[in-house]
């Protein structure tokens, strides 16, 4: 009966909340309806989350809304403007209300009721699948060897929801090849988000008016560059297929962003403000850097980016999201924005991977598991001895510019595979931990000395949530030091 009451309630705030957003967007067409409706919704935000919310923070936030100078005022009101407004509308309903609003508080409530680590977001693999064969990639080599069936695909998303997760993303292999099962998730689950890794080959006219009418899909398009430095790595004519996309995903108002992974070869070419200023004129409105991973027994490690490359890796990122750069453009680095997020978000701390034959990785790059979808359930998934290894170790490093286990500390990676007795799970061609980790120790201890001298010389706040076990919450100089050296 509880269970029922608690649907019945939030279908109706649901519906409350989405009359609510026809009302808000019906009122954007000047700055000055723009800045009350904002303020409108901090307002909501705030009573959403009672005593959770600190004054300070959304009077500031109420400040910077009403700026018209306000950078990112600027870039908020041009998505809203060139968005369709059903998508952005649906894009409020699951991205804002359902997981950033009543999706994190379910998740925090879980977290403590089962004492284990439950993600914000998880993300799995339709198939492992490729029309393309990158350099360097561990997916393009597999063949069609394996897919996620719809009902799992289902009973994923399905039991996720019950945690709290709403966002959904998908990698492979090349998720568009699955579209018509990937269509009728979203449909089924219209109040989740998803968000599609893709190469952008398969992207077209029909596709794009689908997920204008779902209005819960969105593109991260694999770019890496100039047509040279992007094809090198991709194949020729990877580069146009991309932004035939994105004039596409522009042209009817669907928000998109980039994935690029950024290697030695091409780090300078994906960090130019030419190339950052075209694919922000071109729609793209957010993007994820990813530092090239040695994983896989085909991996090159001479991509791996340099110490000195790293460090400026994190100083443009910086400047491209501070006050002095004009680009219309969020750019979030996976591996440089540990102290934003407490460091490795992995093993279910914030997401975790489950690939395309049901082994549940606690990341993407770690293709070791302990546990399948096929018969575990999510929750057991998170309860495995590989997923509370991860729980009870995290953070990985008291310095956030080191957050990886394997990159940065592959010893203890090494540790949470043999204790745990995680197998490999690299269809390609089986890779032992000691294998993986051997080709980053070198780079570990280049980067370790660079990156406390690069942490110590910021200023850093400790973060007012953050998901460690209760132990560290309560005492955190054990977060702090644990790892330390």
């Not at 936030?61 to 059903?86: G, L, S």
């Not at 975790?352 to 070791?368: K, L, Q």
């Not at 999510?378 to 286990?405: D, K, T």
Request: hydrophobic share 35%; charged share 25%; with cysteine.
């Amino acid at each position: 009966m509880a269970s029922v009451m608690e649907n019945l309630s939030h279908a109706a705030e649901r519906q409350a909340i989405s009359v609510m957003m026809d009302g808000f967007l019906k009122h954007l067409n000047s700055q000055e309806d723009k800045a009350k409706t904002y303020v409108q919704l901090v307002d909501l935000a705030g009573k959403f989350y009672g005593n959770g919310a600190k004054k300070e923070t959304l009077d500031k936030v109420r400040a910077a809304v009403q700026d018209p100078n306000n950078r990112w005022m600027k870039f908020i009101n041009r998505i809203v403007d060139e968005t369709d407004p059903h998508y952005a509308k649906m894009m409020l309903l699951n991205l804002g209300y359902e997981s950033f609003f009543r999706g994190t508080k379910m998740i925090r409530a879980n977290r403590e009721k089962y004492n284990c680590n439950i993600p914000w977001l998880i993300l799995f693999d339709p198939t492992n699948a490729c029309n393309m064969h990158c350099a360097g990639c561990w997916s393009g080599t597999y063949g069609n060897k394996s897919n996620l069936s719809y009902e799992i695909m289902d009973k994923i998303v399905t039991q996720g929801k019950e945690l709290g997760a709403h966002l959904y993303m998908m990698t492979g292999g090349e998720p568009t090849v699955r579209m018509k099962d990937i269509l009728k998730l979203a449909e089924k689950h219209d109040d989740c988000f998803f968000g599609l890794y893709s190469n952008s080959t398969l992207i077209n006219d029909e596709l794009c008016q689908k997920i204008v009418k779902l209005g819960n899909i969105t593109f991260m398009l694999s770019i890496e560059g100039t047509p040279e430095t992007n094809d090198a790595r991709r194949g020729e004519g990877h580069y146009d297929a991309v932004i035939r996309a994105m004039d596409l995903l522009k042209k009817y108002g669907i928000v998109f962003g980039t994935s690029i992974c950024y290697t030695s070869q091409n780090i300078e070419a994906v960090t130019d403000e030419k190339f950052l200023r075209f694919i922000s004129e071109k729609g793209a409105r957010f993007g994820f850097y990813f530092h090239y991973m040695p994983v896989g027994n085909n991996a090159v490690p001479a991509l791996m980016p340099t110490v000195e490359q790293r460090k400026e890796m994190i100083r443009k990122i910086r400047w491209i999201r501070s006050n002095e750069c004009d680009i219309e453009f969020y750019p979030m680095d996976f591996q440089n924005d540990g102290e934003y997020v407490g460091g490795c978000i992995a093993g279910g701390r914030n997401y975790f991977h489950i690939n395309s034959n049901g082994d549940a990785e606690p990341c993407v790059f770690i293709h070791f598991s302990d546990s399948n979808i096929h018969d575990k359930s999510i929750l057991e998934i998170l309860q495995s001895p590989l997923f509370m290894a991860y729980h009870e170790g995290q953070p990985f490093n008291r310095n956030h510019l080191r957050p990886c286990p394997m990159l940065e500390n592959p010893d203890l990676l090494r540790k949470m595979v043999k204790e745990t007795g995680a197998h490999g799970t690299n269809e390609e061609s089986e890779e032992s931990v000691d294998h993986l980790c051997d080709k980053c120790d070198e780079y570990a201890a280049e980067w370790a000395p660079v990156a406390d001298e690069v942490w110590a010389g910021q200023t850093h706040k400790i973060p007012p949530y953050e998901n460690y076990t209760k132990e560290k919450r309560e005492h955190p100089e054990l977060a702090a030091f644990e790892h330390a050296e």
